[in-house]
């Protein structure tokens, strides 16, 4: 136990955020509450006052609710729902809810309810870690993203045209309780907005209120659960929106050789508008002399962790020479360029490599066989526009003979299994952890993943045991088989 408590100290100085690890079964992953078809969420909190922001900095709208929140029934609660429109809900990532007052208390538990898909309301629950006390009240925080929410307008623009975006929304917060006062307000990436949806009150004022690229809708007053007031807006973002469809993480473990070693393998497509002509090479030439803003994707900035070395760049062709790797003692450096300028509609499949010393992020503990291994849940680009990922699959290649598998993270999970990979000179095959997750986004680069695995000392051997038996065997066979005599003789 005092060695564990060691090892958590040892991991907290790496990363001052990490908090104390919590183990969950290699076969667990984030579960759903299924609810009767005709489940409506109890009314026993209310709004009494929500600040919704929408940044559409990025290739994908990020929203942050700061709202107070009021228990009105007569005894304590601990759950609280968050509704979404059914065609959003299935797009939403990166949902986090805190305490807005403690935020040291940590992410809240969330889970996906499941009641009704013929509903046009779907939910999350959000599990308070302490009841709320009757007319007690809490400032929680809720951000999230909904992916793919963007649609450029005009679908289709020339090569050097600017690029707008329609986004659409409720000026009302969504909520599955009565909200007495709220505000919307929008950020946009510049003050190119072209059309935007305006609302008349009954008070003879208008909205939105107009300060420089932003918006505000509101203060409005009291609504009821699940009031909506639908909007839209039209703005410049010429940029690409980038879509990583399918991203495969694998993760190999070798403490044979005190390596770690990644590899991703990536499928890119970008979303922004089509061309509306063919595609000018000289056109695009002469662009590289003043590089004016472009919905095309030119180039992927990876950062990697300080002292990773011998990276690479492959795409469905062979070796990409178009890439530079930049490292020293603080940090480290992959500028990727693609074979061809990736436009709207166009997609671009690729895999990097990199390996990194394993002592950097592996910790064994003091007694027994156990070892803790820390390391980034996701890496990859990072680009101003902000990059989304459909679906990430991560797959940690353990010693052969590790046992004992556990997990933790805070990203949202929709399946974990454990199997074994067979590579070169194994006997029964490595043991491998299989996360999967969906609607990630590029933020999750800030996200830790711990594993914790038992490698017995036999376990260790058993490899280079192998490799000397069979080595044994084999000179073995081979003095037998000189000494079978297979000349042939006279006749008598």
């Known amino acids: 136990m005092i060695s564990l408590i060691k090892t958590i100290s040892f991991l907290s100085l790496l990363s001052p955020g990490w908090s104390a690890l919590q183990t969950n079964s290699s076969q667990s992953a984030h579960p759903q509450l299924i609810l009767p078809s005709t489940f409506k969420p109890p009314q026993v909190f209310r709004n009494v006052n929500l600040l919704r ?20 029934a007569s005894k304590p609660q601990d759950e609280y729902f968050l509704s979404f429109r059914a065609e959003l809900i299935q797009h939403v990532g990166g949902l986090e809810v805190r305490d807005k007052k403690k935020p040291e208390v940590g992410r809240f538990e969330v889970d996906r309810v499941e009641f ?99 918006f505000t809708y509101g203060p409005y007053g009291e609504q009821p659960a699940g009031a909506q007031l639908d909007v839209t807006v039209h703005y410049e973002f010429t940029k690409p929106l980038i879509h990583i469809t399918r991203l495969e993480r694998d993760i190999e473990i070798s403490h044979w050789g005190g390596n770690l070693a990644i590899e991703e393998r990536y499928w890119l497509t970008n ?8 595609f000018s090479r000289v056109s695009w030439a002469t662009t590289q002399y003043y590089n004016p803003p472009s919905a095309a994707l030119k180039e992927l900035r990876i950062p990697l962790s300080p002292g990773s070395m011998k990276p690479y760049f492959t795409d469905d062709i062979g070796n990409v020479s178009t890439s530079r790797f930049r490292s020293n003692l603080r940090e480290a450096n992959l500028e990727l360029k693609p074979r061809y300028p990736v436009f709207g509609g166009w997609s671009y499949s690729f895999r990097v490599g990199w390996d990194a010393e394993l002592h950097k992020f592996l910790r064994k503990l003091h007694k027994g066989d156990g070892y803790i291994l820390k390391v980034p849940f996701l890496e990859g680009p990072k680009q101003a526009e902000g990059v989304q990922y459909e679906r990430v699959e991560i797959r940690a290649i353990l010693p052969e003979g590790a046992i004992n598998v556990q997990y933790q993270t805070a990203a949202h999970l929709i399946s974990a299994k454990t199997s074994t990979y067979q590579t070169f000179l194994d006997t029964k095959g490595r043991t491998t952890l299989t996360l999967t997750a969906l609607n990630v986004l590029d933020d999750a680069r800030d996200i830790d993943l711990i594993i914790t695995y038992d490698y017995p000392l036999i376990a260790g051997l058993r490899k280079p045991l192998s490799i000397f038996f069979a080595s044994i065997s084999l000179f073995v066979a081979i003095y037998f088989i000189k000494k079978i005599d297979v000349s042939i003789g006279k006749r008598v």
């Open 53 to 72: 922001n929408i940044n559409l900095d990025k290739s994908y709208p990020r929203e942050v609710i700061n709202v107070v929140i009021e228990n009105i």
């Open 116 to 214: 009704d898909p013929t509903s046009p309301v779907q939910f999350y629950v959000v599990r308070l870690p302490e009841p709320l006390a009757k007319a007690a009240q809490k400032t929680l925080t809720i951000s999230y993203s909904i992916l793919s929410s963007l649609t450029p307008l005009p679908a289709a623009i020339g090569q050097m045209d600017k690029q707008y975006l329609l986004f659409g929304f409720s000026a009302y917060s969504p909520s599955a309780y009565t909200t007495l006062k709220q505000k919307t307000k929008l950020k946009f990436p510049t003050t190119d907005i072209l059309e935007y949806d305006v609302i008349s009150s009954s008070a003879g004022s208008e909205d939105p209120q107009k300060q420089g690229p932003s």
């Open 271 to 278: 979303k922004a508008a089509k061309l509306s002509n063919h």
